[in-house]
């Protein structure tokens, strides 16, 4: 195949999952902002999980990658072809086939080996979106990395090592497009449903470490993190991944909650609800708090500040956030009704 | 001095208050150059820049509401001092 690139607008984004998929839908003629795409997926969570399959308690704070394109599935119509590939041979043939015919997927990636990325920023996530928009005659591929400002080339070894990167969440060199896109959509519907799986997911599963269940977990569990720390530099780097979790990782800010906030502003106007303007701006309020958590916990790492006081003062201020949310969420079911 | 200039000399003076950069002169951070990377006479990392977000916050009362948006607006003096203005204007 000689060198070509697809006519693939690029953006950037808060987001790589919901922002791969806003390029991958406009790309098809569909414009719909990486706000609605989380909003309408119900990408907002929480999850505190403390077992044998982590080396150490972590949180998340938005649904499982994969969700989110899932429920615009369900809720808009919307289709994916998906597939995942048992050699790297295999789906790079199968990436090539997909170029040749004029479709530039989405794919799933290691950020670690995104060489374009300044090396400060490339960690081991292997759970990263980037669009593929091309390739060069020397048979490189173009990427669309919404991280990254513009267009850029990726060697087709770094491709591969990031498709095919182990741990728990292993791309297998995963890749997605859209195949359907309806003519025709019911947004209110759709926003509406995906603000009631939300409060749900938030408030109702009955399972005692997600949602606001999960939030009061950590907020109890954290005093206990020194006693599971191999040392107290472990300690020290356990703590400053809450910073990293809420705020580094793609999050959007604040754990999703920034997002979540311009969501609602978009949706008060979808279905005629001006309250939700308001319900916006508690989100963001929210968000500040949460960014105050993170500031707190980087602080502390930094410092080595790692107290047992210190930590039930994190602690303290995760209790809040869960009641403010528990609050919040309940209000917001009542709204959509 | 033009309004831009003054706005780029409160952000330096911010961006020293607040990292609590004792040696450092507000006025010689250079304005078109990294200051992630070792490229301008401070280097920041990213619990810098969460300091700086809430900062600019506080100060000018703008947020940075996405991240990604944040590592290239925090990238230099002059795109903070450029976000700032646009915020405002809107």
């Known amino acids: 195949m000689s060198g070509t690139q697809l006519p693939f607008e690029h953006k950037m984004s808060a987001h790589c999952e919901t922002g791969t998929l806003s390029s ?25 999980f403390n077992n044998k399959r982590f080396a150490f308690p972590t949180f998340i704070v938005r649904s499982k990658p994969g969700q989110i394109r899932k429920n615009l599935t369900k809720r808009l119509g919307i289709k994916f072809e998906t597939e995942t590939f048992k050699t790297p041979q295999q789906a790079q043939e199968k990436l090539d086939a997909l170029l040749a015919k004029g479709i530039p997927p989405a794919t799933q990636v290691d950020f670690f080996f995104m060489d374009y990325l300044p090396q400060y920023l490339r960690v081991h996530i292997n759970v990263h979106f980037i669009n593929v928009v091309g390739k060069t005659e020397g048979g490189d591929y173009l990427i669309s990395d919404c991280y990254y400002p513009k267009i850029v080339e990726l060697a087709k070894e770094s491709l591969q090592k990031g498709r095919f990167a182990g741990g728990s969440m292993a791309p297998e060199g995963f890749l997605f497009y859209p195949t359907f896109i309806p003519k025709e959509f019911d947004f209110e519907k759709a926003v509406r449903k995906g603000i009631k799986k939300a409060c749900f997911n938030m408030l109702k599963i009955p399972i005692p470490f997600l949602g606001i269940k999960g939030m009061r977990k950590f907020a109890n569990h954290i005093t206990e993190w020194p006693k599971l720390a191999i040392d107290a530099e472990d300690l020290s780097h356990q703590v400053s991944k809450i910073n990293i979790l809420l705020e580094d990782q793609g999050t959007g800010g604040a754990g999703f909650r920034f997002m979540y906030a311009t969501f609602l502003k978009q949706a008060a106007e979808i279905l005629k609800q001006p309250e939700l303007v308001d319900f916006s701006k508690r989100m963001m309020d929210n968000g500040d708090k949460w960014r105050e958590i993170s500031l707190m916990a980087a602080r502390m790492g930094r410092n080595r500040d790692l107290s047992v006081e210190k930590l039930r003062e994190v602690g303290a201020l995760i209790h809040e956030r869960a009641n403010v949310e528990e609050r919040f969420f309940k209000e917001l079911a009542k709204v959509v009704k | 001095m033009d309004d831009t200039k003054d706005l780029k ?20 951070i250079l304005d078109d150059q990294p200051l992630f990377s070792g490229e301008n006479v401070i280097t920041l990392d990213s619990i810098d820049g969460i300091e700086l977000i809430m900062a600019i916050q506080r100060q000018f009362n703008v947020r940075l509401d996405d991240q990604n948006l944040a590592r290239n607006i ?3 003096v002059d795109a903070m001092a450029e976000f700032i203005t646009s915020k405002q204007a809107s």
């Open chain 2, 74 to 76: 925090l990238n230099t």
């Open chain 1, 24 to 48: 991958q839908l406009a790309f098809h003629g569909m414009e719909l902002s990486e706000a609605l795409i989380f909003g309408i997926g119900s990408g907002i969570f929480f999850g505190y």
């Open chain 2, 9 to 28: 000399l409160q952000i330096k003076e911010m961006i020293v208050a607040t990292l609590n950069l004792t040696d450092v002169n507000p006025a010689d």
